[in-house]
Every structure is written in structure tokens, then in C-alpha cells.
């Protein structure tokens, strides 16, 4: 931890001694990293990233600070090549935050500074496309602003009064009903509303003419809404491509469909309550989630929360598990996607259902787990379980996996329909942010579990999986290394395991948590699960934010697709493996 | 060879039918709607296919399976009932979803507040199912149940869930979560005993 902090400090003082005007170390208790004059950020961010190496720009966001009338941009920013955080953050004034876009040195932020944009009203100057992403055009306000408050509103945070000692239940529906619960901004008519970015794309499909420049021969471009009712989107989720023939010229993912501003409601609730809300964010992995949560809470709350060795055992195994879940699934879909209908993906489903058992067991729920607590796990292993578990890594899942291996992977249609499509180079996947298996086919051997370890990961022996093409054939391939590694892991974890104590402290539902911020990080399944939470001393988080790798992984889709043929964007989509309800949030 | 992929792969969904054929040969009439059946493919050395025929037969519930509350009473000996809950409110304060409310009962001649609810209230459209309530509740008053068939025709009415239809006796409870139940009632016995000890000694 010391050696670390040194570290950081010596690399603080050569960015302070080369900027001394513009460069800050943030001394707001709790707080750390740099505070940079907006005016600077730019020429401070390029210094960064090409003579300190810090290329891997993974988070953006904003928080507002309503008492002191700021508005703070947030950047996170690591190295590919491993090591821990430097955060770098710009104050504006809240009446007019206007902050330089990043996109021009790392085009990863692009859809991060929308989402800030869209939900706190951060202006980016110089944002090729600074529109609403998660709302849509005909909502007034920017939500996650303090003073912003919905229609229906029963008060500032939870517990709410009205609840207890004098309860009278009441449907939602009777005090917020239908036509009335919504405010449009100044001057906007839903009905008349058509939107001058998108008129193209509501009218359907819609052919322009353009002549060539070279040949003078008249060829027709087709504008194609892939979704959001469509099947292989994985939920409701729409791709605009732009086609000529069946090239795709341009493509423009469109998201937000399943927005519930899971970040606000995570600002009312409080620090615990928001435990079982972390599992709605990607359905599949809700272990993995409830891990990244705990991991930053804890963080806050210091050394006296830190886990006992047993949970911090279950915590691994059941991550672990989840991980093997969700690849199998992505194996499974990725085929649906190529049009093997369902016979891989119930295979896969198979194998799922059986870990799924085993999370029924020891969670309570085989998909909404909330299992995890602050310094802990909720209950022990109830008998049996290890035994099963032991079964499960030692016998049938590796089996299955060579299965799953011998069925689909020398396939000469899975390969004839993935290989060089789609690629994503090294250098691009670090520029678009991209994490987590989409990043290591691509050649980028970044895993958190060692470039910056986590829990206990450091005593586990295994390889991080990487291949090198970064087509989707990789992104294919890649997901039974990382099956297989899982498998390495929990062998030693299971082996290991020792008797004691799950929980550090005595359950508790209220906590006292020091007043500062904290970003904690886990390699989820689908990559970088980020959470950032700011503390102001208080029952519930100031801010709340969630780094979903799904949607991340979406700003180098465009990129994957471009000169791509039509049929290939579903297997594209599919060999990212997103999930709408991590996406949209 | 061209095509020796794919011939691999039809090798592997092959094997997948006919192990679910032999698997259904070798059973014979015990591998479908028997508890054993049932039990035999859940495990990890099950082969084939192994759908559980839902609703004819039942996947065997965890003891932690959790889904919506229920409020426990004990039965006294001539059938009275002795509800455990305090109206405490720690439920409806740790609550995530806010689904719980709870009306104090208060003294008819006194009006001071009696540790006992007059209402309580669970709209069961709103709760997720996350346990906390059970988890928290410190006079083990409140518990989750397993009975997860509650679709209705009319959610409005029926979707809440007050303090009768919430109420369900201590047997009940220990008859669906039997390890819990036993724990608890050793803890009970301890404190029992210890404060038996304390009056003894004075």
C-alpha cells in the first residue's frame, strides 16, 4: 500500500513540477488524484498519455457539487500495460460548465461525455455529436443534477417518512397517473416533434442518390434501423447503418430504450440499499456486480471492513462461476446470431442452469443473487454446496467445455462467417476504452485480476487469456480460454478454502461512511465494472456511478462495422456481448 | 478437409440424442416425474437433456430461496395466535423498493403505541425480492417464503398484501426452511437459559 502511494506521489510531482500553475493535488479530505484548470486539460491530458503512458482512458463522469456550485468532471485513467489509478479532475462553475472534449485523444470518451451531456448537463466543447444518448430529445432537464426533480416525487432520500409508524399503503399508480407525469421542455409538442437529427431513420428505410465522383455512375445509399425490436440486438437496441449495396458506410448505435437512471435512484437509496439494484444492472452476472460494489464501499469504509479469508474465498468462487455463466451464454447467443437456432445456446443454457443451482443454494435466487455485503458474503455455504461445486470444476464443466470446443470451433461456417470480420486493432481497442474480452482479443494482454489486483487474485496461478487477431473468430475463441482460466481458479479456490468466519463485522444495515470518494473496479465477465461512489458523510452516496462495460464497449462498434457487410453487424454485436440492462442503466 | 468441422459438431449433437435416449432406456419409468427422477437430474453427472416438466414436476427448492415476505405467529396452546412482529419498522426502513408499511397499533384508553402492528402492508408489485427485511428483522418476525406462483388476474387489489393474508404460522415457517428454524430456536433456548441462570444466581 506504502510503496504504492510513493509511486503515485513521485509521478504527482513530475506532472506538478511540469505544470505548476494548472495542476493541483486534490486535498479535500477523502479525496486524491489532480485538479486541473479546464483551460489546460487538452495539452495536459496529451502530456499524459504520450510521455506517461497513461493511454487507457476508462472512465468519464461528472458530479454536481450543489452546495459549493461546481460541477467536477471525473476522468479515470490507467495504463494497458497494468498499474493502478490516476484520477484527473476539472471544476467548472455549475451555472456554465463548459469542459474541453477528449474524444480527440482518446475517442473511448465519446459516449461517456454524452451520458454526462445527457444527464448533468456538462457542455464538452468540441464533441463531434453532443446529443442526448440515454434520454431522449423530448425530456426537460438533465437528471442527475441535484436541484432536478421527477413528477412524481416522494422525497429526497430513503427511508421514506410516510412508511412507518403511520403506513397507509397507496398504489403508485393512484398519485402518478398516466398523461400527467411528464414535463416536456420550453416550446416542445410531442405530437408535431419530429427529430432533425434522425428524420431519416424514422421514416424506415430510405434511399438517397449519390453520383460518384469518379465514374459519374448514380448508385443508391439505404439508411437500415437494425432493431430496437429485433432479435439478435439482445434486447432493445437499434443500429443505424448506412449501406451501399450491402457495405456499410456509416453505423450509429442508438441505446437507452431500458433507461431507468439506475444512478439516480442509487443517489436516493441508501449505501446497502443499493446492493440488490446492482443486480439488475447485467442480469447474468449479478455476483460480479455485487462484487464491484462491495469492493468500493469497502474502500471507504477502510481496513476494519476488509473481508475474512472464507468470504473472501466464496466471493472468488462465486465471481468465478459467474464468469464460466456468462461466457457459456455468450458462446451460446453468438451462434443464435449466426443462425444455429438454439441448438448451441441450450447447450450452453445447460451448463448454466447447473451453476445456477448452486447460486439458488447458497443465494436464495439463481439470477438476483445480492449476496454479497460490505466485508463479507450474507451467509456460509450451506452443506453440500462444496461438494457440488467441486463436481461442477473438476469433472463436467471442463468436459463440457471441451464439448462446447469440439462442436463449434473448427466449424467451417463459424469460421467462414467470423474470421477477419470485424476487426478491432490493438491500438484502437485501447483508444475506444474497450475492456475486458474484447480488449484481449485484440492483443491487449490487460486483465484488473493482474494488472491490478483485486481480493485475492494475486495467490491464484493462471494465464490471462489473449489472442491477437481481434476479429470476431477471436472474440469467439476467446471466451473458452477465459472458461478454462475460470476453471484453473476455482480449483485452487475450492481446494483452499478455509473454515472461519464470512463477515468482518456484524450485519448491519446503516453505516457509517467517511465522507470522500472511491472508484473500485472488478473484471466482470464482459470486462471493466467500475464503480464510483462519492460519500458526503451521510446515510446515502452523493454520487453514484456505474462504468458499464457493455456500453463502453459499444463507442468502437462503428468502427468494427465500417466497410463491413450487412450480415456481419449481427455477429459483430454478438461477438461484443452486451447486455441492454448494463447498457442503458 | 472441407466440411470435417461441421461433421464434428452434427458428431457432438448425435451424441446429445442418444444420450438422452439411453438415459430414458436405462431409467425406465423412474427418471421422469419422480422425486428421485427429479433429484437424479440436477446433479453433475446427469446426461442428455434433463427439463424438468414444469408444472407436473418440481424443481426441489433451495432452504435460501427466497420470494416475498410472510409474517410469522406463533400458535399458543388453545390455538391463540402470537404475531412477532414489533412494529419495530426496521423492515420498512432498510427496504430498498420502500414496499413495506407499517401502522403502529396504539392503546385504545391510553393512546401510547403497543409493540404490535395494527396494519401492515406489503405491495408485492414493488418488493424484489431481496431479503433484507428477513434479514434484518431482529425478532425473526418476518421471514421470506417459497411460494412463488402468485399471478393474479387483478394486481391492483390483490398485489397488496395486508397484515391477514401475510400471516402465516411458526409451523410453516419451519416447515419450509427447517435449518434456519432449528438454528434459531437453539439460539432462543440460549438466551432462555442464560437469563434463567442470571435470575437463579441473583
Known sequence: MNDQTTVMNKNYQKILERFPHDVQVDEREGYSGLLIEANQLLSIMETLRDEYEYDFLTSVTGVDYLPDEKMEVVYHLFKSTGGSILEVKVQVPRSNPVVPSLVGLYPGASFQEREAWDLLGIRFEGHPNLTRILMWEGFAGHPLRKDWIETFFEGDV????????????????TTNPYGKNITYPDGFNPETWI????????????????EQEETGIETEQLVVNLGPQHPSTHGVFRMVATLEGETVLDLEPVMGYLHRNHEKIGERNTFSMNMPYTDRLDYFCSMSNNFGYALTVEKLLGEKYQPPERAQYIRVIMAELTRILNHFMAIGFFLNDLGAYFTPALYAIK???????????????????????????VRDLPGGIEEQIRKLVYDRLPRQTDEMDRYLVENEIVIGRSQDVGILTPEQAIAFSAVGPVLRASGVPYDIRRADPYSIYDRFDFDVAVRYHGDVYDRFLIRFDEIRQSIRILQQAIDDLPEGEILANKPAYKFRIPKGESYGRVEGPKGELGYYVVSDGTDNPWRYH????????????????????????????????IVLGEVDR | MKGFGILKGLGVTLKHLVDTYVEDIKAGRDRYYTEDGVRQRMTSDTKGIFTINYPEE??????????????????????????????????SKVCPSQCIWIERAEDPETSKPLKTPAEFAIDIDLCMNCGFCAEYCPFDAIKMDHDFELAVYDRIDVNIHRKERLLKPASYYASIRPESYALEQKAKAEVAARKAARRGNR
Open chain 1, 158 to 173: 430513503k427511508p421514506y417518512e410516510d412508511r412507518w409508524p403511520e403506513g397507509k399503503v397507496s398504489k403508485v399508480e
Open chain 1, 195 to 210: 427529430p432533425d437529427s434522425e428524420d431519416l431513420l424514422f421514416q424506415g428505410s430510405t434511399v438517397v442518390k449519390v
Open chain 1, 351 to 377: 451448463e448454466r442452469e447447473l451453476i445456477l443451482d448452486i447460486f439458488e443454494a447458497v443465494a436464495g435466487s439463481r439470477m438476483m443473487c445480492n449476496y454479497y455485503r460490505f466485508g463479507g458474503v
Open chain 1, 546 to 577: 456505474v462504468r458499464a462495460p457493455s456500453f463502453i464497449n459499444l463507442t468502437g462498434l462503428r468502427e468494427m462495422c465500417l466497410g463491413e457487410k450487412v450480415a456481419d453487424l449481427v455477429a459483430i454485436l454478438g461477438s461484443i456481448d
Open chain 2, 58 to 91: 418440481r424443481l426441489p427448492l433451495a432452504e435460501a430461496f427466497r420470494y416475498v415476505p410472510f409474517l410469522v405467529y406463533d400458535e399458543g396452546e388453545d390455538g391463540e395466535r402470537s404475531i412477532r412482529c414489533t412494529a419495530c419498522g426496521i423492515c
